[in-house]
């Protein structure tokens, strides 16, 4: 049988940074409120004609040359994004396999917010281990700041641009082998995380841009606590079901959304801090390319090497929520 392994990761941030320093000039808020309430000090920002294909093509590029391959030897192209080139049509994966110049291959969006690159984790797990396909590419990329609304102090200090891109192989070694995946959703939270307008619910209109429903929109306080609830409950259940320690986990690698999050989660199940990465600091909540991302920098840090395995968690808009445990099968 084959096996879905992890073969490489890539990650790209643009160049412009906008600190929290930055923000004070902007809207009501401080430093000092943002870092104690979310560790965040700074978030990139896309150039004005920068999209989220042009970020994730810079994070396949890397992903694709670590792994010793080209975009020829791609079988399929799932991309994670709540942030894409376009609204819909065509999908980001389309334009980035375009920008990669591959075509005639199965190129396809997943939607399901910061949860995004570990429901495509798991959609090329099951293509690879249905003897589909052979090599995929998963990319998380978001330009996020095209849609958060700098007037919103609740939302504008909180998120950042960047891509985060992985290349997921079929192997016949069973070490090698993604351990294992759970994804979930609860759409009656629907509301908690939410960009209300341009959908058929509420179509692209002067009322939906005046009454600013093309931003994205948070019940902060509330999603808070069903993130650490959640996520605390489905890392357990992952650590159990799995028959491992926490000591067999070479890394933690959760979704940067909130420092606060992150410890009380990393606290509750007893991870030790050598084993957590942590981006948030350096480039807010990158939604579905946040744990590329962080798994890049951990892995140019020289904290992540073959076989390693990596405990993968995340929660988002939906709401949807997963894990992922992974050995790192690349060099
Ligand atoms: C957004 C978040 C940082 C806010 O922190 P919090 O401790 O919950 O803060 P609250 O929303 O309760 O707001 C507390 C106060 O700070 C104020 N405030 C909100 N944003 C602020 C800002 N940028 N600067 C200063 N004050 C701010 C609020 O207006 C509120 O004031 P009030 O008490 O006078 O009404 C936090 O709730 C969070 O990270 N939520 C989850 C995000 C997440 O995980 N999303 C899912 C994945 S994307």
Request: charged share 25%; with cysteine.
């Amino acid at each position: 049988m084959a096996y879905a392994s992890f073969r490489s990761i890539g990650a790209y941030v643009p160049e412009k940074i906008l600190t929290n320093q930055d923000l004070e000039k902007i809207v009501d808020t401080s430093d000092e409120w943002i870092t104690k309430r979310s560790g965040i000090k700074n978030r990139h920002i896309s150039a004005d004609d920068q999209t989220a294909s042009d970020l994730g093509k810079e994070a396949a590029l890397i992903a694709l040359k670590r792994a010793g391959m080209t975009a020829e030897d791609l079988d399929m192209i799932i991309v994670a994004s709540i942030s894409g080139d376009y609204l819909f049509m065509p999908s980001t994966a389309c334009v980035l396999a375009d920008k990669l110049g591959v075509k005639n291959i199965p190129a396809f969006d997943v939607l399901a917010a910061c949860t995004g690159f570990i429901y495509a984790l798991s959609t090329a797990k099951a293509y690879i281990e249905s003897g589909m396909m052979k090599n995929i590419l998963i990319v998380g990329a978001e330009a996020l700041s095209k849609f958060v609304d700098y007037s919103d102090r609740t939302t504008c200090v909180l998120f950042g641009d960047g891509a985060g891109a992985a290349i997921i192989t079929a192997t016949d070694n069973a070490d090698e082998r993604i351990r294992d995946i759970h994804i979930s959703a609860d759409g009656t939270y629907q509301d908690f995380l939410i960009t209300p307008g341009g959908g058929s619910k509420h179509p692209c209109s002067a009322y939906v841009t005046d009454e600013r429903l093309h931003f994205m929109k948070m019940k902060g306080n509330e999603t808070f606590k069903v993130a650490v609830r959640t996520l605390t409950n489905d890392v357990e259940e992952m650590v159990k079901n799995n028959n491992i320690t926490l000591d067999d986990i070479k890394l933690f690698i959760p979704h940067q959304a909130n420092y606060r999050i992150i410890k009380a989660v990393g606290d509750a199940i007893g991870i030790r801090d050598d084993q957590l990465v942590l981006t948030v600091d350096k480039f807010g909540n990158t939604s579905a390319a946040s744990i590329p991302m962080a798994i890049n920098d951990a892995y140019e840090a020289g904290r992540l090497k073959t076989g390693d395995l990596m405990l993968l968690d995340a929660f988002g808009g939906g709401l949807t929520w997963g894990s992922a445990l992974v050995p790192y099968a690349g060099k």
